[in-house]
């Protein structure tokens, strides 16, 4: 019995260890796994759509949710995958169906990962399913770059003939592969500048202006960092724009008149004065050599005059050509009439030299002379007073702000943007451009100037700070500025208080504040008196209610030190900030009180407590946009900034201006905001 019993027990091991190991087998079967993928820009519009995943095996794809819910087993970092039925039997690969993004990406590389539990499925032949949170090895750049816009744009007209060309690509190019064509080319190229990332390429070419024609700009060739070629794209490649010479003309050798549009500059060239075809341009300069001691520039702009023929600058002509400038009464504010001449750069001796036969005409506001050769030139004339009287102003509020701007920085990594419609959340904005050490620029609420896009540009900014909510500045510019490569900070609160409280966060240390200023959050006049002096104590500035205060502001104030070490100052009278208020400020620190009879008098009084800086600033009192950027460019200087009317000084502004012995004054705004007789009689109590 024993003798059958075992080959019996011999057997029945022998099935037990085979299905031991053929379950273990199965068990422990090779997941599937994706090495790598590649990307694709499949319509050649700069943005990825579509990614080509590879499988370690052929795989069985289930889509659980059909065509109606991307794919749930697979996510996809920043993307979301399109609505299709991605089911599949025995496939190598699976082409993963992107929805675009907003912005150029053709060099993005996503995280790809594998999510079980969704019904979505990958699995391979054995029903082994690739592992929870797999992610692909080796992500392949694949989508070839485009060109998505360009400046000049295709087919626009009205160019200026010096404009550098600006190509924007769908992502970082290795720069060196970079190559282009102009027809017909200007010469004069100079290195191309690379900007935002590499993503933007700036073709100069100084030495020559284009002549007045069509331009056709090609860029030839060009690589991304992994080596995938340049594509035809949304632009149109190659290009072409219309040249125009709004600012100049060609002459020949029979002679004839050059001037730009403004009519303030005219060039007559007699004939024979070039012997062939000549390109003469005007263009303004503001940032200019140093002038001698005791003059000035009329109209603060000097002029760069270029002559240029089969591409080589003209360096003298043949025959004298005579200049005359015009000028307005506004233009030589504060400069002696009878002494205006014009002036060249003498290059040789780095000095301004006056032509020797200039000569000014009163009675037609113009000054005359003859030269043989080009360089820059200006009308110079002495000052009626010591005291420089510079007007900051732009044909609008954005482009008086750029101005400001413009005086302030030659470059800035940061800039503040804000409303130039409503003051509320503006109001808050000077104090946060000083302490980022950039300017405050002004923004409608739905779009941005080109004017604002280029000077942002021109500082070589790469943080923009927005203060105000979406009401104020609207998601639009944000997205415009973060799709041009800006960083984009958006500092606002649910009300004008909630955002003073919160810019003020964002400037200061709370645990280092000693003092507040307190102004009327219900109009402007007060608080663009108050910001500069709030900055330059390092005090933030807070808005109140006429008889109440608000609680965003009560939070901010009881974050403070110890009250008895906190010097709360209100700016304004008791029509705007109301006695009560002031009382009811005392729980938070020593409250005094500064004010006059109107906002003239307030800013006065504000002006002789907190400043003693000897640079001025004049702002309106009747709109905020100018005042406001007044108020950076006073915080520049640590001067004080005082209000006028359109048309008149008021008294307590008269007297303060004749205070003291200021080493420079500037006017913010146009002659529409302040006028020239006011500028006029600023001199007169200068001189006086």
Not at 107 to 135: F, L, Q, R
Not at 329 to 336: C, E, F, K, R
Not at 337 to 362: P, Q
């Amino acid at each position: 019995m024993n003798l059958i019993k075992k080959p019996l027990y011999l057997i029945l091991a022998i099935i037990i260890a085979t299905s031991f190991l053929f379950s273990s087998h199965v068990a422990w079967a090779a997941q599937p796994t994706m090495p790598s993928y590649v990307t694709a820009d499949t319509n050649f519009n700069g943005k990825i759509d579509k990614i080509t995943i590879t499988f370690s095996e052929n795989v069985n794809i289930v889509d659980g949710g059909g065509a109606g819910d991307g794919f749930l087993g697979l996510t996809v970092t920043g993307y979301t995958i399109a609505n299709q039925n991605y089911a599949a039997t025995n496939v190598a690969t699976m082409d993963l169906i992107l929805t675009e993004s907003a912005n150029p990406d053709t060099g993005a590389t996503p995280n790809v990962t594998y999510n079980t539990g969704t019904g979505a499925t990958i699995k391979d032949a054995a029903a082994a399913e690739m592992a929870d949170g797999a992610s692909v090895a080796i992500k392949n750049d694949g989508a070839r770059p485009v060109i998505v816009s360009t400046a000049p744009a295709y087919l626009s007209t009205n160019i200026s003939p010096d404009r550098c060309v600006e190509v924007f690509f769908s992502e970082a190019m290795s720069i060196n592969t970079v190559t282009k064509t102009c027809t017909p080319d200007p010469g004069g190229w100079s290195n191309t500048t690379w900007e935002l990332a590499n993503t933007k390429a700036v073709f100069f070419h100084s030495s020559s202006p284009f002549n007045s024609q069509i331009i056709t700009f090609k860029i030839t060739d060009g690589r991304d960092p992994t080596g995938n070629v340049l594509a035809s794209g949304p632009v149109p490649n190659p290009w072409t724009f219309q040249v125009s010479l709004e600012n100049g003309e060609i002459i020949d050798s029979g002679g004839g008149t050059v001037s730009p549009s403004d009519g303030k500059v005219q060039i007559d060239f007699p004939a024979g004065a070039v012997e062939n075809s000549t390109t003469v341009t005007i263009q303004t300069e503001t940032d200019y050599p140093q002038l001698p001691s005791g003059y000035f520039i009329a109209g603060d702009e000097v002029y760069d005059f270029q002559a240029v023929s089969g591409g080589s600058a003209v360096t003298t002509f043949n025959e004298p050509v005579s200049l005359t400038f015009t000028y307005e009464d506004q233009d030589i504010a504060g400069l002696n009439e009878s002494s205006l001449k014009i002036y060249y750069w003498d290059e040789v001796s780095s000095g301004w030299v006056a032509l020797s036969d200039s000569s000014v005409n009163t009675a037609t506001n113009t000054v005359t002379a003859t030269t043989t050769h080009f360089t820059y030139f200006g009308v110079l004339g002495e000052a009626t007073s010591l005291v420089e009287i510079k007007r900051i102003w732009g044909d609008d509020r954005y482009k008086t702000a750029i101005e400001v701007s413009k005086e302030m920085y030659s470059t800035a990594s940061s800039a503040v943007l804000t409303s130039g419609e409503n003051y509320p959340d503006a109001l808050s904005s000077a104090g946060l451009a000083d302490s980022v050490s950039g300017p405050l620029l002004l923004t409608n609420s739905n779009s941005l100037t080109s004017d604002t896009l280029d000077e942002l540009s021109r500082l070589g900014v790469s943080t923009v700070y927005i203060v105000g909510g979406v009401n104020a500045v609207s998601l639009n510019v944000e997205s415009t500025l973060s799709s041009l490569g800006y960083s984009v900070t958006r500092i606002s609160g649910t009300d004008r208080y909630d955002t003073a409280q919160k810019v003020s966060d964002w400037i200061y240390d709370e645990s280092t504040v000693s003092g507040a200023v307190i102004v009327s959050g219900e109009d402007f006049p007060d608080a663009l008196s108050a910001s500069c002096p709030a900055a330059l104590v390092s005090y933030p500035l807070l808005f109140v209610k006429k008889d109440s205060i608000p609680q965003s502001t009560k939070d901010y104030l009881s974050r403070l030190t110890s009250p008895s070490t906190v010097n709360i100052v209100i700016t304004g009278g008791a029509s705007v900030i109301s006695e009560n208020v002031a009382q009811s400020l005392n729980t938070y620190g020593t409250v005094s009180r500064i004010s006059g009879n109107d906002r003239y008098a307030t800013a006065i009084q504000v002006a002789e407590q907190f400043s003693s800086s000897d640079r001025l600033v004049i702002s309106t009192g009747e709109d905020f946009p100018d005042a406001l950027v007044g108020g950076v460019l006073a915080i520049y200087y640590g001067g004080p900034v005082i209000l006028v009317k359109e048309d008149s000084i008021p008294s307590d502004a008269n007297t303060y201006i004749q205070s003291r012995d200021w080493e420079g004054v500037h006017i913010i705004g146009g002659t529409n905001v302040i006028s020239s007789s006011v500028e006029d009689e600023v001199e007169s109590l200068l001189s006086s």
